[in-house]
Nanobody, 124 residues
């Protein structure tokens, strides 16, 4: 089992920035693919970003088109933590953001473990 705890959500004005953090425990962090998803009110949960376990390259990264160029995912294996730096935020980025983990880098972006989520609200 993997336990994931997100932090860093909050209220920000459009154009602002936030950094989300997710602390993982229960399994060797460096062996996990880590990801971020989000779910807006009335919508399905959607993929945001993921980073592989490839420590030598800093981790291969994959982003949803809607956040490319604005969001950046990173990981610190020494701290068992993955981050999501969100810049140039838009009201449509408002959602509950979930951290996720899986041992496998899957083409369908499926994840096995999930955090409880942290609310991000972007005001216009």
């Amino acid at each position: 089992q993997v336990q994931l705890v997100e932090s860093g959500g909050g209220l920000v004005q459009a154009g602002g920035s936030l950094r989300l953090s997710c602390a993982a425990s229960g399994r060797t962090f460096s062996s996990l693919v880590m990801g971020w998803f989000r779910q807006a009110p009335g919508k399905e949960r959607e993929f945001v970003a993921r980073i592989s376990w490839s420590s030598w390259s800093g981790g291969s990264k994959d982003y949803a088109d809607s956040v490319k160029g604005r969001f950046a995912i990173s990981r610190d294996n020494a701290k068992n933590t993955v981050y999501l730096q969100m810049n140039s935020l838009k009201p449509e980025d408002t959602a509950v953001y979930y951290c996720a983990a899986t041992p496998y880098y899957k083409p369908d972006r499926r994840f096995d473990y999930w955090g409880q989520g942290t609310q991000v609200t972007v005001s216009s």
